[in-house]
């Protein structure tokens, strides 16, 4: 029989949901393979990756076995979520997957122990309605193919906060500095990169007469110099001809991924310089 692992740790939360911060409630399932260490390593840093991202608590283990018979489990692992009516309380499962191939001998890396190709893929599914939302994943186009596990989860830590980005608003401005109300409470970094957003005209479709969703307008950027408690103050960078105002709608963007890609560079810097002093 097939071997599974349901991995949960209880977050608590206080005070007030920010703005455009909603917090998804996420059960994590995979089917064990192979070394049971490195399934514990895999699972350790997927959890932590969404964690981390500020916008997921991840269920507790035994509430989820409580209500999750093994029948349920395996049919979700094949793709055919069923009757997940009985999982109050739960936004989404997701079915973690992996491969690895590890280097048989250790190298320089950010940790210590053997190190190889790691890839984490996470399927999120929809409690609700069953359906698939769609899957993250620690593969990134432009970096350099992930180490370690931990290195991994970082890279599925970033696609997490872009799948999932904070949004909130402009609360006030000052020449160009820029006070929002989103900070570290939903993993806002310093040096982060915000959007700021305006719906465009709404026009209606020319056969059904229905209003169109309105396209957004990306009228600037902000960079983010003091994150703090429910808020930040950040640069201001508008478009030609653009003005910023409070209420202004603000969300983040994702990264160009190049900082990834030198921290992947490090352990390769290590190795040079050691062989050169």
């Known amino acids: 029989m097939k071997r599974w ?19 998804y409630q996420i059960g994590l399932v995979m089917a064990l393979k192979g070394d049971r260490d490195l399934n514990d390593q895999i699972m350790t840093e997927t959890t932590a990756a969404f964690f981390e991202s500020k916008r997921f608590e991840v269920i ?8 999750f018979t093994e029948r349920d489990l395996q049919d979700f692992i094949k793709g055919a979520p069923g009757d997940m009516s009985t999982l109050e309380g739960v936004d989404m499962l997701g079915l973690v997957t992996f ?21 984490i893929d996470v ?9 698939v939302v769609g899957t993250v994943s620690s593969r990134r186009e432009t970096l350099t193919v992930p180490s370690t596990p931990h ?7 970033q696609n997490i906060r872009e799948m999932f980005p904070p949004e909130g608003y402009v609360i006030n401005v000052s020449g160009d ?5 989103l900070g570290v409470e939903v993993g806002l970094r310093k040096g982060d990169t915000l959007e700021i957003i305006r719906e465009g005209e709404v026009f209606f479709h020319p056969v059904t007469h ?19 408690n429910q808020m930040s103050t950040c640069k201001l960078k508008v478009s030609e001809g653009q003005q910023i105002a409070v209420a ?12 990834m890609k030198f921290l992947n560079k490090i352990p390769f810097l290590k190795k040079h310089l050691k062989k050169h002093n």
Not at 5 to 23: E, F, N, Q, S
Not at 177 to 181: Q, T
Not at 210 to 228: D, R, S, W, Y
């Open 151 to 157: 290195l991994a989860g970082q890279s599925l830590l």
């Open 60 to 67: 507790e283990r035994e509430q989820l076995a409580k209500v």
């Open 177 to 181: 500095a820029v006070l929002v109300d």
């Open 99 to 119: 491969t690895a191939e590890r280097s048989p001998t250790p190298t320089y890396a950010l940790e210590e122990g053997p190190t190889g190709k790691f890839f």
């Open 5 to 23: 692992m349901l991995w949960g740790v209880v977050v608590l939360l206080a005070g007030t949901v920010p703005a455009g911060a909603k917090i």
């Open 123 to 131: 399927r999120l599914t929809d409690v609700k309605t069953g359906k």
């Open 210 to 228: 229905k209003p169109m969703p309105a396209q957004e307008i990306i009228v600037g950027t902000l960079k983010v110099t003091e994150p703090a």
């Open 248 to 259: 202004d709608r603000v969300r983040l963007k994702a990264k160009d991924q190049t900082g």
